[in-house]
């Protein structure tokens, strides 16, 4: 399931987008201005934000610069009231993706969503291709030149997560939230004994690696 921030001041505005967001399959997480997404993003995994521009504290220019000059490439659609030329101009220089003018038609931001997922390489189709390695997602297969390996449910999600966002760091503690349940108690250790799992199955793969970032987390590296 994709995860969507949902970055708007307006408390009904909010639940709407929110609630339309559910409807198609997808999980919202709220934030009511830019450095409260900030801190939300410091803790969650987010696949793409829906981004309002006039907000308190700060608005959604200053939040996508901000986002942006991290190197944060989050597909970020821009929904706001605000709709001379000039304001859209800003938005896509500063590094929106899309933007919207409200009152927004709720079927057409579905659809926005779903298409910068697409173009965010995040597959919709559940396959994804690195090299000559092949996941599939329904299946919980790989598929390598050497034959077709199936995974225990963990490991192929783990795998897929990092792959689908080669060179992000995710956290352990991220990568618990998504895979396993906020709620679980099972120890952040579990995810150094899946990852080693992983590394064991593709020992030897000339597609990517999975990288350890001391003292934050795991990458998975695409080779060239």
Known sequence: MFHILVVEDDANTRKLMEAVLRQNGYEPISARDGIEALEVLDRK???????DIMM???DGYEFTETLRSSGN???ILMVTAREKPVDKRR???IG????????????????????????AKVVNE??????STTLDYDSLTVTVPEGVLELPRKEFLLLFKLLSYSNKIFTRRQLMD??????????????????NRLRDHFRGNE??????????????????
């Open 91 to 93: 938005g896509f220089l």
């Open 207 to 224: 597609d990517f690696d999975i990288v350890t970032v001391r003292g934050l987390g795991y990458k998975a590296v695409k080779r060239a």
């Open 178 to 195: 998504e895979i396993w349940d906020m709620d679980s108690d099972t120890d952040e250790r579990t995810v150094d004994v899946h990852i």
């Open 56 to 58: 308190p504290r700060m």
């Open 45 to 51: 995994h987010v696949d793409l934000i829906v981004l």
């Open 73 to 75: 490439d989050l597909p």
């Open 96 to 119: 929106t993706d899309d933007y919207m003018v409200k009152p927004v038609d709720e079927e057409e931001m579905v659809l926005r969503i779903a298409a910068l997922l697409r173009r």
């Open 126 to 131: 559940h396959k994804l291709t690195v090299g």
